[in-house]
């Protein structure tokens, strides 16, 4: 093992769909503070990990562990959602008709019942947290305005503050800078680099480019399980990727 934490971990994780093996003996280490980016052909099984991860598809065997002895398989996805783990689908889905900032309080009374929503005062301390989210994803200049008049890019970094306000201690992105503009794509390596500084991040990314800025350990995966690991120089180098993205 390694010597750092591991924060999650995958052991010889697989499924089968209708007796198809979309996983097949998946092993990943994630180390606490790590951002891992994740590519691979299309088909290679990148959705369904995200899926076993938050609790969406539970695995025919192996071991998912989060913290070091909390079994990810054994929970659902609130409970996985919970104990620290964030998703962001690819899709941005924020709430169109709401200013930016009632984004983000929103995202911040999540755990709040509606009963006490009613009666909530928002305090100074959730004030400055929520101008430090807006800050963050760099929304601060449009903080009045509705979610619906954004660009798609800042939809997506809106929707990244939403999910930060839940404090994750990993945080799951599936290709966030598909249909970002080069200007957007470049700021987005930028704050998920800043998000890493104080969580985990897994970034599942076809844009090399991008990839390339995070400048970040790349996992290959390819029929279900691992095919490359190392930085993006050591696996473009590597036959067997060179041949699961341009053979066939
Ligand atoms: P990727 O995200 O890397 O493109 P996926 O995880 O979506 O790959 O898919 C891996 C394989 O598993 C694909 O062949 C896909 O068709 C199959 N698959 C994924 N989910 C299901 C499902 N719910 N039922 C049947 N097959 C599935």
Do not use: C
Not at 33 to 57: C, F, L, Q, S, Y
Not at 76 to 101: H, L, N, S, W, Y
């Amino acid at each position: 093992l390694p010597l750092t934490p591991v924060l999650l971990y995958l052991d010889d994780v697989s499924v089968s769909f209708d007796g198809f093996k979309a996983i097949n003996g998946l092993s990943l280490a994630i180390e606490a503070g790590e951002m891992r980016a994740i590519i691979g052909p299309n088909g290679a099984g990148k959705t369904t990990m995200m899926d076993i991860i938050t609790g969406k598809t539970r695995p025919d065997s192996g071991d998912v562990l989060f913290e070091g002895d909390m079994d990810l398989t054994q929970h659902d996805e609130t409970e996985i959602a919970q104990a620290g783990i964030g998703r962001k689908f690819q899709k941005p889905t924020v709430f169109e008709d709401q200013t930016v900032r009632e984004n983000i309080e929103l995202a911040l009374a999540g755990e709040r019942s509606v009963f006490a929503s009613l009666f909530y005062q928002e305090s100074e301390a959730d004030k400055a947290r929520i101008n430090a989210l807006l800050d963050t994803v760099r929304l601060t200049h449009r903080a009045s305005e509705l979610a619906a008049d954004l660009s798609h890019g800042q939809k997506q970094w809106l929707e990244i503050g939403m999910l930060l306000a839940q404090d994750p201690k990993l945080l799951l992105v599936d290709e966030p800078v598909a249909g970002m503009t080069d200007a957007e794509t470049i700021e987005t390596a930028k704050l998920l680099r800043e998000i890493a500084k104080t969580r985990s991040v897994i970034v599942v990314e076809h844009d090399m480019g991008f990839i390339r800025d995070l400048d970040v350990k790349v996992t290959v995966l390819a029929e279900g399980s691992v095919l490359a690991e190392g930085s993006l120089d050591h696996v473009s180098a590597h036959p067997d990727v060179i041949e699961s993205y341009l053979g066939r």
